[in-house]
């Protein structure tokens, strides 16, 4: 296979779960990672996901409770909480209104990506009009697309990271003091340097990933 730059960003990166606390990422790979994140793409457009970035070791010491003593929270360079917006992902919401509006100019145009293509076809057919965790969890989704991209990024900016999906999902969000009803914790990304020896990458072969049909 040719050399590419980005693949071997891939094979580099790893779940790093040990941490050098003496090094931090520079603020200008962290605003462009960050600018990627904002970049990346969701579903319909409708920009579910949210950022919380922790500065404060108070806050980290706290986060690190409610993820059952994981050190990567106070040791990486940065940790970062995703949250997914839920009740403003209904199709008659002002919010998904004024996302399809950027795109569309009139008002009926409007209304038929919001209860048509969005609220019927997507929402209805699967359920999540009528099933509120389903739709809290469709818009969780979106943000390890987000998430997926940021951490990739990091490693082609030779950036260590953790993907951290093991919390107290209660416990977090009464830390964060999050509205529940608008709001929820979905992952963590830990960002950061390696004090530790890269684990060995176990993958399927392509054969295996890959069907032709």
Not at 25 to 48: A, K, T, V, Y
Not at 95 to 113: C, G, H, L, M
Not at 166 to 172: I, Q, R, S
Request: aromatic share 10%.
């Amino acid at each position: 296979m040719k050399q590419d730059a980005f693949l071997d960003s891939m094979q580099f990166r790893f779940a790093c779960k040990i941490f050098d606390k003496t090094r931090q990422i520079p603020c200008d790979m962290l605003d462009s990672i960050l600018e990627s994140g904002r970049l990346s793409p969701s579903s319909f457009g409708l920009e579910p996901t949210r950022i919380i970035l922790l500065k404060s070791d108070e806050m980290k010491n706290k986060v690190k409770d409610a993820c059952w003593g994981q050190d990567q929270i106070s040791d990486a360079s940065q940790t970062i909480i995703f949250t997914s917006l839920k009740i403003d992902m209904l199709p008659k919401t002002n919010y998904v209104f004024n996302k399809f509006a950027r795109r569309v100019k009139t008002i009926e145009d409007i209304s038929y990506y919001a209860n048509v293509r969005y609220g019927e076809r997507k929402l209805e057919t699967l359920g999540y009009t009528i099933d509120y965790e389903k739709l809290g969890l469709w818009s969780a989704h979106q943000a390890y697309i987000m998430a997926t991209t940021m951490m990739n990024h990091a490693a082609f900016l030779g950036i260590d990271s953790c993907m951290i999906e093991g919390f107290d999902k209660k416990h977090l969000e009464s830390v964060l003091g999050l509205d529940t009803f608008k709001e929820q914790v979905t992952l963590l990304l830990c960002l950061g340097y390696r004090n530790m020896p890269q684990s060995k990458r176990l993958r399927m072969s392509i054969d295996e990933l890959v069907k032709i049909i």
